[in-house]
Each structure stands twice: as structure tokens, then as C-alpha cells.
């Protein structure tokens, strides 16, 4: 018995050894590409031919300043007031289409020096509870006492991306164009258009999501 005792140590012992070895290494990643950080207006190597953040930034700084520079938005009397609309997207890519306006919405707030004020439409439900317990005396506001009401839009401001597409056994090319307005919202003129357009070819087709 003792005999096959140390039979079974000897045999047992290396096991282990390489057992807890390599539950102690961890799990090898496999050999590739590392991933890069890079800014966001940078093409990098996995690249396709529709939109990328590249365009996405270059698009709205453009439709930013452009915004700035109309005439109504300048010379405006007070602050008016700007409701973003969905954007349209009738390209061929599946993509998140409404993050143009809150780029465009972003650079306006932060860099736009107070010239424009964008209604918090998306947030209605809330807003209307909260003004509704104000009225009702159950809160009460330091800011605005009387509870006035819910401000109007003075314009919208909207876009469209609009594509065109050539499949051949030499590759895929795309061409994207992306319009912009900004609309009276009394009287559905259209105050303010601009547009950026951007053609890619490739190899490869790419995915988006």
C-alpha cells in the first residue's frame, strides 16, 4: 500500500504543480493588433466608406460656425430660442443619425458665447410634472416663483444625409452629402442652409452599427 501510495504522489504532484501554474498565469491574450487611442478626428486603420468620426467632426465644427454667422442669429433681439427636429437619414448605413445635432448643440453651447438657447424638448414629460407640482404648491422655486410658462422655439434646426452609392467588382464607392437648416418656426422659412459632402472609395465594403 505504501508502495502505490508513492506511485500516485509522484505522479499526482507534477499535475498539480502545472495546474496551479497556470491558473496563477492567466489567460494569454492572442498575438495582434494592440488597441490605439486616437483623436477623434483621425482616420484609423479600420476604415470603410461611409461615416466616420472624422466626418462627423468636421461636418458639424463647419455647421457651427455657419449657424453663427446668420444674420437672424447675430442680430437677433434677445437669445431666440432653437428646438432640434430628428434628423433624416437615407443613406445606405445604419447609423446613429441624431448625434450631428447634438454635436452641432454642443459646440454651439459651449463655444457660441450665449448667442443661442436650445429647449430641452426631449425632456417634456419631467419638465411638465415639475411645473405642475410648482402650481400646485407641493415645490416651490426660488428662480421663478410665478411659474411662468414653458418657453416657445423661436427656429428648428434639422438636417438630412442623403447618399449615393457604386458596387463593381473593383470595389465600392460612396458619396454622402449632408444638409442642414435652420427654420423660422412662425413662419416656416427657411432661415439658414449649408452642406458638406464626402466621397469615399475602397476595396472592402465596411460595417456599421
Known amino acids: 500500500m505504501k ?11 507534477p499535475m498539480a504543480v502545472a495546474l496551479i501554474a497556470g491558473c496563477s498565469s492567466g489567460v494569454n491574450n492572442p498575438s495582434g493588433v494592440p ?37 437672424e442669429i447675430q442680430n437677433a433681439q434677445g437669445v431666440p430660442r432653437v428646438v432640434l427636429l430628428p434628423v433624416e437619414n437615407q443613406t445606405r448605413f445604419a447609423i446613429n443619425k441624431d448625434i450631428f445635432l447634438d454635436r452641432i448643440r454642443s459646440q454651439l453651447n459651449s463655444k457660441g458665447q450665449g448667442k443661442v438657447r436650445f429647449l430641452a424638448r426631449d425632456r417634456m414629460p419631467a419638465l411638465e410634472q415639475e411645473r405642475e407640482l410648482k402650481r400646485s404648491g407641493q415645490l416651490t422655486s426660488s428662480s421663478d416663483p410665478n411659474v411662468q410658462e414653458l418657453k416657445g422655439a423661436d427656429f428648428f434646426l434639422t438636417g438630412k444625409l442623403s447618399g449615393l452609392t457604386t458596387k463593381t467588382k473593383a470595389g465600392v464607392s460612396d458619396y454622402i452629402l449632408y444638409t442642414f437648416q435652420l427654420v423660422d418656426a412662425r413662419t416656416s422659412d427657411i432661415l439658414w442652409e449649408d452642406s458638406a459632402e464626402i466621397k469615399k472609395q475602397g476595396v472592402e465594403d465596411a460595417a456599421y452599427r
Not at 41 to 58: C, H, I, M, R, W
Open 3 to 13: 508502495r502505490l501510495s508513492l506511485v500516485w504522489t509522484s505522479t499526482a504532484l
Open 35 to 71: 488597441v490605439t487611442v486616437m483623436k477623434a478626428d483621425e482616420q484609423g486603420f479600420v476604415a470603410g466608406t461611409g461615416v466616420e468620426s472624422q466626418d462627423l467632426v468636421a461636418v458639424t465644427d463647419k455647421m457651427a460656425r455657419s449657424v453663427l454667422k446668420t444674420p
